[in-house]
């Protein structure tokens, strides 16, 4: 009865590959996000997507795809990874607004080698 | 440019006792704030947040304080517990800025027997 779930937890890749993470909620929200940690642990909002349409979209090198089939999922295609684009990405889910509370996933460690 | 700063990376306290976490904001366009608690290999679970209407916001042993003028707010946990070991994130949001987080780099909280 996970509420916010990422597969996988662990990716372990080469540079040049190109690679997906899988997020899924079941809370029933309307809007999706993507985070990225990186190695000082700062934690940057990349894309967020509200019922299916993207509505956020930090600097974020166009390698990075996201997409949503549906409001219950929020994926990340990764293009041509980069030494750079190791980092813990997290998926999270909230009903939107100013006074959203956004629900986390656990993370997806990336490691490009 | 951080808008949004946890200047101590890391404090301990004894159980029992209080535990007060810093964070300090430059943006004066944040109008509401949360802290997340993290555990290692776990996303960020939602604590408490605050409207920049309100100066304080309780719920059980968590407290938040908002001083908009100094531009800081802090999070006092009484008393403290050794499950409140964890990472502490402060985020904000900016008005007119849909459900875009701001999070500050963290501080680890350990406390101790």
């Known amino acids: 009865d996970t509420a916010v779930s990422q597969t996988p937890k662990y990716l372990v890749t080469q540079m040049g590959n190109d690679k997906s993470i899988k997020c899924e909620q079941n809370?029933?929200?309307?809007?999706m996000y993507w985070y990225k940690q990186d190695s000082k642990k700062f934690l940057k909002i990349m894309f967020s997507?509200?019922?299916?349409?993207?509505?956020i979209n930090e600097t974020v090198p166009n390698r990075f795809s996201p997409k949503s089939p549906d409001k219950a999922h929020l994926n990340l295609h990764i293009n041509s990874l980069e030494l750079g684009d190791s980092a813990v990405y997290f998926c999270?889910?909230?009903?939107?607004?100013?006074?959203?509370?956004?629900?986390f996933g656990p993370g997806t460690r990336l490691t490009v080698l | 440019d951080q808008q949004v700063k946890q200047n101590s990376p890391s404090l301990s306290v004894q159980e029992g006792r209080i535990s007060i976490l810093n964070c300090d904001y430059t943006n004066s366009m944040f109008d509401y704030f949360l802290w997340y608690k993290k555990y290692p290999a776990e996303g960020p679970t939602f604590l408490i947040s605050?409207?920049?209407?309100?100066d304080k916001n309780e719920d059980g042993r968590f407290t938040v304080f908002l001083n908009k003028s100094a531009k800081h707010l802090s999070l006092h946990i009484v008393p403290s517990q050794p499950g409140d070991s964890a990472v502490y994130f402060c985020a904000a949001r900016a008005t007119g800025t849909a459900s875009k987080l701001t999070f500050g780099t963290g501080t680890r909280l350990q406390v101790t027997l």
């Open positions: 605050i409207s920049s209407i309100k």
């Open positions: 809370l029933g929200h309307d809007t």
């Open positions: 999270a889910s909230g009903l939107g607004g100013t006074t959203d509370t956004q629900y």
């Open positions: 997507y509200n019922n299916k349409e993207l509505i």
